[in-house]
């Protein structure tokens, strides 16, 4: 069997919408979805800033069926399935390849720290064995600022090197290029390295990496996709900066519940803000500073779906 | 309807045991309850070193289903149930409370960094209000050692005013003795202070606390029940040292894997020391270490069940 492709390009951590008991709206999900799609940008749902980690793994296989039985193609996504668990990471890893998902996104185990790298190989490893099959894609989660589990370069090759078949890439979130860098420089086949933001795009790209997995493409999916098309264009640095601009004006605010005032003020509809404990929305005036920054900076959403239930 | 008793003395956040298959197994589980039940000490099972962050919220709650089965009775049971997820939270401490559990002990969601005292307030509000009942009774889970999510004195005392009557305590496993005596000079009424270790046993008896809930119960729990029993005596501080001396040889090890070991050593029941990973057992050298330095140190575990299926 050849290996499946792997992904590249531009993914969203896709917000996850609350209804008012905040249970996950699976309905505004999947057109928030489509949406991405339609700006050719792959879902990663269930990563840091979807919440994941605040939906239990029967709320998160439930939406993954609904995803799918609304027609969202599961060859564009690249669910987050690393829990804390792991049999909650075996049953939703499982669920995940059995729907035909591209890849999933694997968090380590993150409650225990300072484990070796003996014990996140275990991990990994036990997880790849009782699913035991090649359409199995990982991209590791490495996000040591929030995980504080961190993923060492010695780890990632030794996984790499016991199964070649089902390590496809990572995600470094990291905030460190060097770590990234580092990566790309071991030149491991077919791996496909992600920035873990557009801050870092164009410089994963001039290194060879795979795209980003960015907070900041659930707002903004079109621009970001546009510098990872034209990365090699002239004015790619001015793309870069762009994009940098914009990121500052979100990211001086919570990013989670700032991604859900802008999508909600953006679409009309204020159901969009919610957000599951232990988060708290924006406040009125954060609300008022974030919409005001990013009209003056003349951002738009374009083909947001504006229909309110 | 009054006020359910409190709990107090020492517990026991009981090691779990896991089959070939590394599934938790219940009825050793059960066994071990019982053991320590009968050196007076409670069962704070599910907490960290039970791995507890290691298992689903399914395995945990057939784990409680069996071993109420099994004849432990649960108003000696403190059980963890706090977990990232408010949906999991809420349905393994419904479930602990429907049982008739004495307590539980309630980490706040901890992948999500940062969050405000009102996120996690609205976390513990949440849960309180969905399960809407004066049988709950929270022990708050302060580990930021571990959870690097932080309860602040006046996140505490302000769920101490909202909710007086689910507010039970509080295990305070931060290391900081100041931060514990800090609680206990608030003088909070019938908030039980818990040391997270038999370390700090003597001096929160001294100062009004509850007992303490620590690793070490497991393998050594009445001797430190009896510092809890005669903390007034005379020769108080040489007890401590005694414990102290013994918890110095344990935690020289990762502590999880080395109480493990000790279990198995003592009641030559090698399945004993399976971990789940993350985690890895200890090498052949470190069992010996171990084991020479306890038998050196006089240790024994009287009346452990040495039956090894």
């Known amino acids: ?66 995803l799918v039985a609304d027609g969202v193609d599961p060859y564009r996504m690249m669910p987050g399935t690393g829990c804390c668990a792991l049999t909650d990471t075996v049953k939703l890893t499982r669920h995940a390849v059995e729907l035909g998902c591209a890849g999933v996104l694997m968090l380590p185990p993150f409650y225990y720290k300072e484990v070796s790298d003996d014990g996140l190989f275990r991990s990994y490893a036990e997880v790849i064995e009782r699913i035991g099959s090649d359409a199995l ?35 470094d979130s990291s905030g460190d290029w060097t770590n990234t860098e580092s990566m790309l420089e071991r030149g491991w086949d077919g791996f496909q390295v992600f920035a873990g933001s557009e801050s870092f795009l164009l410089r994963v790209m001039r290194a060879g990496g795979a ?10 999916p079109a621009a970001i996709n546009d510098l990872y098309c ?26 989670i519940p700032a991604l859900k005032a802008i999508v909600a003020d953006y679409s009309g509809d ?38 309110t239930s």
């Open 1 to 66: 069997m050849s290996r499946p492709t792997r992904l590249s390009g531009v993914l969203s951590p896709v917000i996850t919408p609350f209804d008012e008991q905040l249970a996950p709206d699976a309905k505004r999900l999947a057109r928030q979805c489509h949406w991405l799609l339609s700006q050719d940008t792959g879902l990663a749902v269930f990563g840091t800033n979807s919440e994941a980690n605040s939906l239990s793994t029967d709320e998160k296989i439930e939406l993954l069926d609904s």
């Open 270 to 307: 204020s159901a969009w803000s919610r957000v599951r404990p232990p988060l708290v929305e924006l406040d009125n005036k954060q609300v008022a500073s974030l919409t005001q920054q990013l009209r003056a900076a003349g951002f738009a959403m374009p083909g947001l779906d504006v229909s």
């Open 230 to 255: 034209n990365w090699q264009a002239d004015n790619a640095g001015e793309k870069q900066q762009a994009l940098d601009e914009l990121r500052s004006i979100v990211q001086s605010f919570p990013m």
């Open 137 to 171: 894609q990982i991209y590791l989660y490495h996000i040591p600022p929030i995980s504080n589990v961190s993923l060492s370069l010695d780890l990632v090759e030794r996984l790499i090197t016991a199964y070649p078949d089902n390590l496809a890439g990572i995600k």
């Open 211 to 220: 795209g980003c997995i960015s907070a900041t493409a659930n707002v903004n």
